[in-house]
Structures are given as structure tokens and as C-alpha cells.
């Protein structure tokens, strides 16, 4: 864990969350033994153990992310025969998130930020629910609003020229009322 921590880890997108979850899985019970002497059992054990106290969806990443070690340990560094987890049943993937809020809960969001209709935001919070209605009314994209420059927004049109990085070409996106 220590290992793959250090070394492989740092070149994902998310690795210091990784490395953080690996830490903890560093404190199980079933750390203590070798790899070679690591089994299926083990892995079920605590598995069990875990689903008393988080949910399945969130045992789910630790197995992706327990797998991508075992695999790794198997494949590249030839410490184990076989990831142990594929042995090991999975829990099940939980229902997908279907809610979405309606408008006067967003309408409760903004006022809670600050943010008044037709007002310029002055706040953190006030501009934040801003980009709320922003990227809910244009579909941008988080990256695409935050790179939005001042040249690039014409209140009085109501439009954003968004500029693509690869080509710097153009694109006009209407801002809907």
C-alpha cells in the first residue's frame, strides 16, 4: 500500500485522495499478513465488517481502489499470483441518484447565497450561486465558466464567447433569462 502510494498514486488525477484512503486501509486487521498469505476470506471478512458501518457504494471505490493495488502487485511488480479481490463478491451498486432540484429550490439556494435578480454578486456566496444559474442556464462547464473573462461576457447581448485552448476558436453561448 505504502508503495503504491508513493509511486503510483502521485501521477493520477485524483491521487491524494487515493493516498488518503490508502492510509486508512494501512490500519485494517488484514494488512498485518503477506501479501502471499492474503486471501479471498480475508477480503470477505472485512468486507462484512465494512458494510456495518458505511455504505455499499463507498465499499465499492475501496474495492476499485484495493483491485488497482492487487492488479498492480500481479501484474508489474510480481509480488502475488492473483488479485484476491476478484475472488471476493462485490456489494451490489446502489440505485443512481435521480433527484433534481426544481427551480424553487434553487430560487431557497440563491437567496440563502445572497444573490438578488439583476444585482451583481458581492460575495463568494453571491457569485456562487451566479455560477449556479449560469451553468444551469448555458450547460457550461465548470472550467468554461471559470476561464470566462470580462471581453468574454456581453451583459447587454446576454452572451459568452467561450474560447477553445486547442484551436482559440470561438463559440457563442446565448445566456437564457
Known amino acids: 500500500l505504502t508503495r503504491y502510494a508513493e509511486e503510483v498514486s502521485p501521477t493520477k488525477k485524483t491521487g491524494d485522495k487515493e493516498a488518503l484512503r490508502l492510509a486508512a486501509?494501512?490500519?485494517e486487521k488484514w494488512t498485518a499478513k503477506w501479501l502471499t498469505d492474503l486471501k479471498p476470506d480475508d477480503l470477505g471478512k472485512w468486507r462484512d465488517e465494512r458494510l456495518q458501518k458505511i455504505q455499499a457504494e463507498s465499499l465499492r471505490r475501496d474495492f476499485t481502489t484495493l483491485s488497482a493495488v492487487f492488479s498492480t502487485c500481479v501484474k508489474e511488480w510480481r509480488w502475488m499470483r492473483s488479485n484476491p479481490l476478484s475472488d471476493v463478491r462485490w456489494?451490489?451498486?446502489g440505485k443512481p441518484r435521480s433527484q433534481v432540484p426544481g427551480w424553487r429550490?434553487?430560487?431557497l439556494f440563491c437567496r440563502a447565497c445572497g444573490y438578488r435578480t439583476g444585482v451583481a454578486p458581492t460575495t463568494y456566496t453571491g457569485e456562487l450561486a451566479y455560477l449556479l444559474l449560469l451553468s444551469l442556464r448555458t450547460a457550461m462547464r465548470k472550467g468554461e465558466m471559470l476561464g470566462l473573462k470580462p471581453k468574454d461576457v456581453d451583459l447587454v447581448r446576454r452572451v459568452a464567447v467561450l474560447r477553445?485552448?486547442?484551436c482559440c476558436a470561438r463559440a457563442s453561448i446565448p445566456m437564457k433569462s
Open 164 to 166: 477553445c485552448r486547442r
Open 91 to 93: 456489494p451490489s451498486p
Open 105 to 107: 429550490e434553487i430560487r
Open 25 to 27: 486501509f494501512a490500519r
